[in-house]
């Protein structure tokens, strides 16, 4: 099983007839593989880092109850993911789900909105990537944009490095950047507290900023998500049905345990106005529990970085490897190397992320551009978990109805269903609610930009209609109650 080559040949079919056998992602991730790579994908330090002082900023020490709005739709979420995994192991996740319960029109809008959120990830964390570096190795000084630039490339290029190489060493060095991580998170969680008596910082709530509360609840879905990894990872596990999903549950609860540790420790022992608007809290904090050590934070909050880009390039690798199979994209983007991994989409991902990267730093008339187009990362990463939601829903009322080969006992999952339904309805009110408040936190034009981006969507799902898409299920030795009996099953004979 943990050989170089697949434990299965799946098979695709074809208008009824079953295609050629595709050699597939090789199987190499068990649970303790898919755990660790959930709770990284996370990257709370860096998370943290990034995004506290816009939280700060907007909402003050109504951050906490911000956070816990959206806590609730992402960890119900999460089980939502370990159902449909269960019965639709895919590459692809989310919009292999959409297709095979809503239908193919939504599916390619919502292959647009995930390549979106993932790919406007991407530079958000290449380019913090590049200054904590610098500030690593020369903490006194102040970079140049050129090398800004050269430190942010290196990352990509590096990110590169444990995806071409394949599933193990992916999970095997994510599991040393999450090492440091843990233990660096548990040092300050105690250093904090037992420095609590000596920087406790008044608490005042005040009124809750309504505004600043659904803007910080809509930036946290960039501090929530990332634990959805094992899902696209489920063609790359021992056992796609049975171990995809339990990683993400443990990654979305794992990320909340940090957060309620780690930012009630931070707004209590370091002034607001020091946290509002800084571009890294965290070492704003570090140097009140460790003066004259910066480094201390900086290493965990890089490592949290490092690992945090490689695995969101990872999923979308997943997923445009899975579209390019599928005949959504280019074929091309299906291509395998002898690793069995989808090398084409790891450089056409990278590689436009490094031209992203060049642009924003050096071209100056787009840094403003750029700079309000990827703030909408938030708001994708939000309206995709959404659409899963909704999956969810069709799903557990109605979708497994017209689905002969799904086994399902809706009575089962009432209360499934009805978290779905509320999930849904949060998430879709959240998303409305960004339009209204959005310019004041991000900018004028965010609401445009926005409006073009979705509108795109409806383009590309209509530009795509007619386009002959080649269904692929994965095959298993042992199925859950969901059977496949219409996809030829791989010929197992020694």
Request: contains cysteine; hydrophobic residues 50%; glycine residues 8%.
């Amino acid at each position: 099983m943990d050989g170089a080559e697949p434990a299965t040949t799946p098979m695709a079919r074809v208008g009824g007839l079953a295609a050629k056998p595709d050699p597939g992602l090789a199987r190499h991730f068990r649970l303790r593989d898919l755990v660790p790579l959930s709770v990284s994908s996370v990257g709370p330090m860096f998370s943290v880092a990034a995004t506290g002082g816009v939280m700060a900023a907007q909402a003050g020490w109504w951050t906490l109850p911000a956070i816990g709005i959206l806590a609730v739709p992402f960890v119900t979420s999460s089980f939502l993911f370990r159902l449909l995994n269960r019965h639709f192991p895919h590459a692809g996740a989310s919009y292999h789900w959409s297709a095979r319960v809503v239908g193919r029109g939504v599916s390619r809008y919502q292959a647009w909105i995930l390549i979106l959120a993932y790919f406007l990830s991407i530079p958000p964390i290449a380019i913090p990537a590049g200054s904590y570096t610098f500030q690593l190795f020369f903490p006194h000084a102040h970079p140049s944009t050129s090398l800004s630039l050269g430190f942010s490339v290196f990352w990509l290029c590096f990110a590169a490095l444990p995806l071409l190489l394949g599933a193990r060493p992916t999970a095997r060095i994510t599991q040393v950047f999450f090492a440091v991580e843990l233990v660096s998170l548990t040092g300050f969680a105690v250093l904090g507290v037992t420095r609590l008596p000596h920087l406790e910082v008044p608490v005042h709530f005040g009124a809750p900023p309504i505004g600043g509360i659904l803007i910080v609840a809509v930036i946290a879905a960039t501090i929530l998500d990332g634990w959805e990894i094992d899902s696209y990872a489920a063609e790359e596990s021992v056992r796609p049905r049975a171990d995809p999903g339990i990683g993400g549950i443990v990654g979305a609860i794992g990320a909340l345990v940090f957060y309620a540790v780690l930012y009630p420790l931070m707004l209590a022992e370091t002034p607001m106005h020091s946290l509002a608007g800084s571009v890294d809290p965290l070492a704003v904090w570090a140097q009140r529990l460790v003066p004259g050590a910066p480094w201390l934070m900086l290493v965990p909050v890089l490592a949290s970085t490092a690992g945090g880009l490689w695995l969101t390039s990872y999923i979308l690798t997943r997923s445009l490897y899975a579209t390019g199979r599928e005949n959504l994209l280019s074929r091309r983007l299906a291509t395998l190397n002898r690793r069995h991994v989808p090398s084409t989409a790891v450089v056409v991902v990278l590689g436009s992320a490094t031209v992203v990267v060049v642009l924003q730093l050096l071209v100056t008339s787009l840094t403003s551009f750029f700079s309000l187009v990827l703030a909408a990362a938030g708001f994708f990463l939000l309206a995709e978990f959404f659409l899963d939601s909704v999956t969810a829903v069709v799903f557990l009322t109605v979708g497994h109805r017209r689905l002969p080969d799904v086994a399902l006992q809706p009575h089962a999952h009432r209360v499934l269903s009805v978290a779905a339904v509320a999930s849904s309805v949060l998430m879709g009110g959240l998303l409305v609610a960004f339009f209204v408040y959005g310019p004041r936190a991000i900018g004028d034009g965010i609401d445009q930009a926005l409006a073009v981006l979705l509108g795109a969507g409806v383009l590309f799902a209509w530009r795509t209609r007619r386009r002959q898409l080649r269904p692929y299920v994965v095959a298993d030795d042992d199925p859950p109650a969901s059977t496949f009996p219409d996809v030829a099953q791989p010929d197992r004979r020694p």
